[in-house]
């Protein structure tokens, strides 16, 4: 691995790691020169990348979570893709994320998180490569109506080698799965976080950006990123 600066920089729960200043994480070690007394923490930034199928929610979920106003590259959808774009789930659906979704999100006074929504038709997926780059991690949103519509995002994510997690979108409030039969369903490993959510609420979104940050770290801890 390429030598970096790296910062330390602790969660929710109070774990510590090392964030890459190139954006992945590295093992780290304290530097001998002491930060003045009051003098605020080193601010660092991570990337995090929010993904999945068509419709499912990542427009929103950026939107809901981030402080600041959005970046979005919405395109009104028209007659031309009704033949690809499958509208039965989400009829209300005018616009599609046609470039990415940017947004910023602040988690602890040193730790800033960098949101990047992909767009989720297969025609655009040639744009994955590029913003998967120098992320930590990735938020796989799923629809559970439409779950085959997910598995193309889940093997690209585990072909990667990125640590992600799964975020159900309960649209209309609605869970009918559990999260374990939606693991099953998925064929994912055990071990990567499945979490029921509502990409309208900032408190749901923000837990599961908390759930992959902790989640990356316990990956990079066992040497396994």
């Not at 001998?32 to 999945?52: D, E, F, L, N, Y």
């Not at 629809?143 to 975020?167: H, K, M, N, Q």
């Amino acid at each position: 691995m390429d030598w970096c600066e790296s910062t330390s920089v602790k969660t929710q729960k109070g774990a510590r790691t090392s964030i890459c200043s190139k954006g992945y994480l590295v093992d780290s070690v304290r530097s001998s020169v002491a930060r003045p007394q009051g003098a605020p923490p080193a601010m660092t930034s991570v990337k995090i990348v929010v993904a999945g199928g068509f419709g499912v929610g990542k427009t929103t979920f950026v939107g809901s979570v981030s402080e600041i106003t959005p970046l979005t590259t919405e395109a009104m959808m028209t007659v031309a893709s009704s033949d690809v774009d499958d509208l039965s789930h989400v009829p209300d659906k005018s616009t599609t994320t046609v470039a990415m979704d940017f947004g910023r999100i602040t988690l602890e006074k040193d730790l800033v998180l960098y949101l990047f929504g992909t767009p989720g038709q297969h025609r655009f997926w040639f744009m994955w490569d590029d913003l998967i780059q120098g992320a930590i991690g990735a938020v796989v949103l799923v629809d559970t109506r439409r779950l085959a519509d997910s598995f193309p995002a889940v093997d690209y994510f585990e072909a990667s080698g990125l640590p992600f997690v799964i975020g159900i979108n309960g649209f209309y409030g609605q869970f009918p799965h559990r999260s374990k039969d939606v693991s099953e369903a998925l064929a994912i490993s055990p071990d990567v976080p499945v979490i029921p959510c509502d990409a309208r609420n900032r408190e749901s979104t923000k837990a599961i950006l908390v759930t992959l940050v902790e989640h990356a770290m316990s990956i990079q801890a066992a040497g396994r990123y």
